[in-house]
Each structure stands twice: as structure tokens, then as C-alpha cells.
């Protein structure tokens, strides 16, 4: 019996998180590596979310109140 080593192609199961300026690679919940990003590195986000420094923000709208009712709104109004 012999042991074979082949080469898999993962690359659409990678996912990253940022994290103090690099991005943190995960193959499931293990870590893979990271890759460093540039200082000026320039992200284009969906309208609802911002990058700022070295964090990701998304803008939500929340009711205060006791009766609020209308809580999962979206952005045309329609709840």
C-alpha cells in the first residue's frame, strides 16, 4: 500500500477577516494564514457599509420607544 499526496482546490471554501491590517485566512474554523494588506488598501462596500481605519461598520436603522412597532423595515419603507 502506498500514500498518495494530491493537490485539492479549496479556494472557494477560503474565507477572510480583517484583522490589525491583515486579512486572516480560514479553510472551516482553521487557520490558514494571512495575507498583509497595503496602509492606503481601498475597499468598495454595499451602500449600507463603511470602512473606516481598520474596521467595517454597517449603517442600521433601530426604533426607540416602548411601542415600537415596525421593527424589519427595508429601505423603500415597506415593513
Avoid at 502506498?2 to 471554501?13: E, G, S, W, Y
Avoid at 491590517?21 to 468598495?44: A, D, R, T
Amino acid at each position: 500500500m502506498a500514500l498518495n499526496q494530491h493537490k485539492i482546490d479549496v479556494t472557494d471554501r477560503v474565507v477572510g477577516k480583517l484583522k490589525n491590517g491583515e486579512l486572516e485566512l480560514f479553510l472551516e474554523n482553521q487557520s490558514i494564514g494571512i495575507c498583509k494588506l497595503p496602509e492606503n488598501v481601498q475597499m468598495k462596500l454595499e451602500h449600507h457599509f463603511e470602512a473606516e481605519g481598520q474596521k467595517i461598520y454597517q449603517h442600521v436603522t433601530t426604533t426607540e420607544g416602548r411601542d415600537a412597532k415596525y421593527t424589519d423595515c427595508d429601505d423603500g419603507g415597506w415593513c
